[in-house]
């Protein structure tokens, strides 16, 4: 799976910003995808995920600002943020996660996106 994401920028606080991730190549067995975001200095953290069947999961940093969607049609997944805030600061980048056989699965990760927010 080839994972190519979109939509990163420059925005003052209170702004939104729109990530699109596009996904080629086999996606059979894909049952997870998400975004997640590294600052300099930090560790790659969890924003946000999807399984396959809708369920939804958020950072507590960014729920009620943030909504994760995907196009099954298109093979696309997206980020809306809004009121975004400078420490939304990061690089993002999207996540496919395929389940395997006896409980284990492999990762692809799209290359990441910045994201900038100014106060």
């Known amino acids: 799976v080839q994972l190519q994401a979109s939509g990163g920028g420059s925005v003052q606080a209170g702004g939104s910003l729109r990530l699109s991730c596009a996904a080629s190549?086999?996606?059979?067995?894909?049952?997870?995808v998400g975004w997640h975001r590294q600052a300099p200095g930090n560790e790659r953290e969890l924003v946000a995920t999807?399984?396959?069947?809708?369920?939804?999961t958020y950072a507590d940093a960014v729920k009620g600002r943030f909504t994760i969607s995907k196009n099954n049609t298109k093979n696309t997944m997206s980020l809306q943020m809004n009121s975004l805030k400078p420490e939304d600061t990061a690089s993002y980048y999207c996540?496919?996660?395929?389940?395997?056989?006896?409980?284990?699965?492999?990762?692809?990760w799209g290359q990441g996106t910045q994201v900038t927010v100014s106060s």
């Open positions: 996540n496919a996660k395929r389940t395997l056989a006896w409980g284990t699965s492999r990762d692809f």
């Open positions: 999807m399984t396959s069947g809708g369920s939804t």
């Open positions: 190549g086999s996606i059979a067995g894909i049952n997870t």
